[in-house]
């Protein structure tokens, strides 16, 4: 699997830490930066390159981090395909892909730790997407909304 990670300052220091985390379990990751702490920058123009790559599928999953992971959310979701959200807790992560096939976990730097985070990505990581009919017909209705938002 392909994961792709970014964040503005608010989520430089967790970003760091979630590659290693990746790396030490031997996922391949890409890192659309920060490539280093700025305290001037600004979180769309960091997310929004993971989230073009996730919209295209150069990356399979996203995780993207801000100060309170709301911003990085917002930016995510205007990408046809992208189905983004701010997660705090582990039945989310999970649950977020398996009914909702969601492909891009949102943190906030500045709200959780590295431990919860852990679990968090690979509670988001380990997930698969049931593809059950009730699931299917909602997601077929999302992407009708997005059909008609996105020329
Ligand atoms: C940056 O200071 C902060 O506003 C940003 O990281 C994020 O929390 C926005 O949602």
Known sequence: MKIGIAADHGGFFLKQ???EILEEQGFSVTDFGADELDPQDDYP???AP??????VGLVDRGIAVCGSGVGAAIVANKFP???????????????GVEHDNMN?????????????AR????????AHYTGEI???????????????NFK
């Open 50 to 55: 993971l989230a073009r790559a996730v919209s």
């Open 134 to 148: 009730r699931h299917q017909r909602r997601l077929k209705k999302l992407e009708k909304i997005e059909g008609q």
């Open 104 to 116: 891009l976990i949102c943190l906030g730097g500045r709200v959780i730790g590295p431990e919860l």
């Open 45 to 47: 123009d960091l997310v």
């Open 17 to 19: 830490q979630v590659k």
């Open 119 to 126: 679990e968090l990505i690979f509670a988001f990581i380990k």
């Open 81 to 95: 395909r992208v189905r983004a959200a701010l997660v705090t807790e582990t039945y989310s992560a999970r649950q």
